[in-house]
């Protein structure tokens, strides 16, 4: 039927501009993706030295001691002693003392140049991934190695979105656990050790931010030349038959 037609028409002008868009991806794009990135590498604010620079202040003050007078009678003694058992809570918060407690400002501000790359690539491997299952041929006995080829290409930019994919899952993380902390701190403003975790934590996210800016340049880099050495067989499986691939 017409309709019919006008509906594989539709999919071939997908087709075509899937096929554009990743050939445009894989020659251009990826090569001058990699480069960005490395030169991001170089840049100061992925390279602080002295990772003192990039910790956050903690406004929140130690309460002063409560002083727990000497109480002579048994009676009131033994009472004493239960209620200092029970009184080793944290501090009870209903406010901030400086309004809202603060994320830690630099890392923020390296999170949001690095999230957009994340996204970048886990759209543009979609795109290729889909360009190159379209180019699988139809099941046959035989002649299969550059079927092969194209599955494990697939496999290949599947490994690399997934990846990308847990980095913004860290990321998450990291928001999460320094939240926690950050609570612990201002119910327990006398231990030294959570704000030493608090910046621990940030240090931590810092180095693995360098890591996935590093990662994500090293994804472009081995897609564009896994790619490249295959393109004959990813875009021509079975040489002999190129019927098969429509």
Known sequence: SYTGVARFDKVDVFRERITGEAEDLVANFFPKKLLELDQFLKDPLINIRELKEIHSEINLTVPDPILLTDIHDGLEGQNAKKR????????????????????????????????????????????????????????????????????????????????????LDQISRYFITRAKLVSKV??????????????????KEYISLKIIVSELRNQYVTLHDMILKNIEKIK?????????LY
Not at 186 to 203: F, G, L, N, Q, S
Not at 236 to 244: G, I, K, M, V
């Open 84 to 167: 200092k058992l029970e009184d080793v809570g944290g501090t009870k918060v209903y406010v901030m003392p400086g309004g809202m407690m603060k994320s830690n400002g630099k890392l923020v501000d390296l999170i949001e140049k690095v999230k957009p790359e994340i996204r970048t690539l886990i759209e543009k491997c979609n795109t290729v991934k889909m360009w190159v299952q379209l180019l699988i041929p139809r099941i046959e006995d035989g002649n299969n190695f550059g079927v092969s080829i194209q599955e494990e290409t697939v496999a290949e930019l599947r490994t690399v979105e997934g990846e990308a994919a847990s980095y």
């Open 186 to 203: 201002a119910k327990y403003p006398h231990v030294e050790d959570y704000r030493r975790t608090v910046t621990e934590i940030d240090e």
């Open 236 to 244: 021509r499986p079975r040489s002999s038959n190129t019927d098969a």
